[in-house]
C-alpha cells in the first residue's frame, strides 16, 4: 500500500459539467503526477507537480488543469468535460526527481454522457 | 523523441510455459527502460527498470528482462508462467533521459495464462 486514495473511485457525468478528481498522498513524497488510461493509448500524462503550487503539463494536457496547494493533495480538474474525456485516471506519487519507481493510486473511472 | 512498441496486444500461453513480452524503444538519449504490471481493477506496479550498469535485469516475482541497445529492445521474460501472472504489462521508457519520472508508456499487453 503506498498511501495514495483516488476519489472519487467512479464518476459518471455530462457533457458540460465540471469535475474535480482528488489524489491524496500519505507519504508526504514531492513528485505527484495525473495519467489517463485508454484502450490503444496505454498510459498519458496530464499534469504533474513537484511541490507546492509547482505544476507542469504533460502531453495530454489540454480540457484539464490541476492544482497542489498541500503537499498530500493533487487535484486535477475538468471544466467543462467532454465525452473524449472519458478515462480511467491514475495518481502517481514518487519521492525523488527520477529514475524512481512511480506509486500508483487505484485509479478514477470517469463517465461523460 | 523517445516512444516504445509493445508488439502484441494478447498473448497467451499455457501455466508452466515460457512468457515473452516484447518492447521495442526509441530514444534519443540513454534509455532509462521499465515494466510495469496492472492487476484488474488497480493501478500499475513497477516490476522492474533498467537505467546504467548490467544489461540484464531481475524484477519481482521471477520476472527478468534484458536491455539489448543493438537491437532497441527490451522484452520480458519469466521461464515459467503461473496462473497468478495473468495480467496487464506495460513498458515505458523515461521521456528525458531518466532526469524525471516522466515516462512514456507503450499500449501494453494483456498476458493470459492458460490452465
Known amino acids: 500500500d503506498a498511501g495514495i486514495t483516488q476519489s472519487p473511485r467512479h464518476k459518471v457525468t455530462e457533457t458540460g459539467t465540471p469535475v474535480t478528481l482528488r489524489c491524496h498522498q500519505t507519504?508526504?513524497?514531492?513528485?505527484m503526477y495525473w495519467y489517463r488510461q485508454d484502450p490503444g493509448h496505454g498510459l498519458r500524462l496530464i499534469h504533474y507537480s513537484y511541490g507546492v503550487k509547482d505544476t507542469d503539463k504533460g502531453e495530454v494536457s489540454d480540457g484539464y488543469s490541476v492544482s497542489r496547494s498541500k503537499t498530500e493533495d493533487f487535484l486535477l480538474t475538468l471544466e467543462s468535460a467532454t465525452s473524449s474525456q472519458t478515462s480511467v485516471y491514475f495518481c502517481?506519487?514518487?519521492?525523488?526527481?527520477?529514475?524512481?519507481?512511480?506509486?500508483f493510486g487505484e485509479g478514477s473511472r470517469l463517465t461523460v454522457l | 523523441a523517445q516512444s516504445v512498441t509493445q508488439l502484441g496486444s494478447h498473448v497467451s500461453v499455457s501455466e508452466g510455459a515460457l512468457v515473452l513480452l516484447r518492447c521495442n524503444y526509441s530514444s534519443s538519449v540513454p534509455p532509462y527502460l521499465f515494466w510495469y504490471v496492472q492487476y484488474p481493477n488497480q493501478g500499475l506496479q513497477l516490476l522492474l527498470k533498467?537505467?546504467?550498469?548490467?544489461?540484464l535485469v531481475k524484477g519481482i516475482n521471477g520476472f527478468e528482462a534484458e536491455f539489448k541497445k543493438s537491437e532497441t529492445s527490451f522484452h520480458l521474460t519469466k521461464p515459467s508462467a503461473h496462473m497468478s501472472d495473468a495480467a496487464e504489462y506495460f513498458c515505458?521508457?523515461?521521456?528525458?533521459?531518466?532526469?524525471?519520472?516522466?515516462?512514456?508508456f507503450g499500449t501494453g499487453t494483456l498476458l493470459a495464462v492458460q490452465p
Open positions: 502517481a506519487i514518487t519521492a525523488g526527481p527520477g529514475p524512481g519507481e512511480l506509486f
Open positions: 515505458a521508457v523515461s521521456r528525458d533521459g531518466g532526469a524525471t519520472n516522466k515516462l512514456i
Open positions: 507519504e508526504n513524497h514531492r513528485y
Open positions: 533498467y537505467t546504467t550498469g548490467a544489461t
